[in-house]
T-cell receptor, first 112, second 110 residues
Framework: DAGITQSPRHKVTETGTPVTLRCHQT?????MYWYRQDPGHGLRLIHY???????DKGEVSDGYSVSRSKTEDFLLTLESATSSQTSVYFC???????????FGNGTRLTVT | QKEVEQNSGPLSVPEGAIASLNCTYS??????FFWYRQYSGKSPELIMS????GDKEDGRFTAQLNKASQYVSLLIRDSQPSDSATYLC??????????FGTGTSLTVIP
C-alpha cells in the first residue's frame, strides 16, 4: 500500500448520527480524494483536496463535508447519516493532477 | 453520456487464454488513462498507465490506446485464476477530473 491508512475499517451507525471517517497518508502527496463505491455505480467522487484547507466538491457531495488541516490528514464527515450513505468509502492520494490515484483499504459504513 | 463506459461482463476465459477488456471515454481531450484491478472486498490497485496512442506492455499486461476512436483496452495474456477480479478503466479528462468506469468482472476458469 502507498502509505494510506483509513479509519475506522468498519462502522455501523444509526440514521441521524454524525460520522467522521479519517484518511491519513505518509507520502506527502498534495492531492487527496474521497470516493464511495456502490454496486452498479462504481467509484464516485465525493470531495477532493488539492492542498491544506483547499477542497472542492465532487459529483456526489450532498450530505458530506470535508476538512484538511494538515497535509497528511483528510477527514470526511456525514453530518446526519442516512441509509443511502451506506457504502464502502475509499480515500485516494496522488502527487499531481495527472498522476494515478493510490487507494487506501476502505471503510465499510452501514447506516441502520 | 457517461464519461467512461465499460462492458460490465461478466467475462469468462479459460486459463492460458487472452482476456480482452475494453473501455470508451467521452472527452476527446483526455490525456491520461489507467487500468485498475480490484479483488472482491479489496481496494483498487493500479496495474497500468498509458498516455500515448499505441501499445504499452508490462509483463502479461498490454494496454492499448486509440485517441481517435476514444477507446482504451487491456489485454491479459496467459490468463491465470489469480487474474479473476474486476477491472476498472479510469480517465483524467480535460478538466483534470478523474473518472472511473463501473468495471468489468473477469473470471479465469482453471
Amino acid at each position: 500500500d502507498a502509505g494510506i491508512t483509513q479509519s475506522p475499517r468498519h462502522k455501523v451507525t444509526e440514521t441521524g448520527t454524525p460520522v467522521t471517517l479519517r484518511c491519513h497518508q505518509t507520502e506527502n502527496h498534495r492531492y487527496m480524494y474521497w470516493y464511495r463505491q456502490d454496486p452498479g455505480h462504481g467509484l464516485r467522487l465525493i470531495h477532493y483536496s488539492y492542498g491544506v484547507k483547499d477542497t472542492d466538491k465532487g459529483e456526489v457531495s450532498d450530505g458530506y463535508s470535508v476538512s484538511r488541516s494538515k497535509t497528511e490528514d483528510f477527514l470526511l464527515t456525514l453530518e446526519s447519516a442516512t441509509s443511502s450513505q451506506t457504502s464502502v468509502y475509499f480515500c485516494a492520494i496522488s502527487d499531481s493532477s495527472q498522476s494515478p490515484l493510490h487507494f487506501g483499504n476502505g471503510t465499510r459504513l452501514t447506516v441502520t | 453520456q457517461k464519461e467512461v463506459e465499460q462492458n460490465s461482463g461478466p467475462l469468462s476465459v479459460p486459463e492460458g487464454a487472452i482476456a480482452s477488456l475494453n473501455c470508451t471515454y467521452s472527452d476527446r481531450g483526455s490525456q491520461s488513462f489507467f487500468w485498475y484491478r480490484q479483488y472482491s472486498g479489496k481496494s483498487p490497485e493500479l496495474i497500468m498507465s498509458i498516455y500515448s496512442n499505441g501499445d504499452k506492455e508490462d509483463g502479461r499486461f498490454t494496454a492499448q490506446l486509440n485517441k481517435a476512436s476514444q477507446y482504451v483496452s487491456l489485454l491479459i495474456r496467459d490468463s491465470q485464476p489469480s487474474d479473476s477480479a474486476t477491472y476498472l478503466c479510469a480517465v483524467i479528462n480535460t478538466g483534470n477530473q478523474f473518472y472511473f468506469g463501473t468495471g468489468t468482472s473477469l473470471t479465469v476458469i482453471p
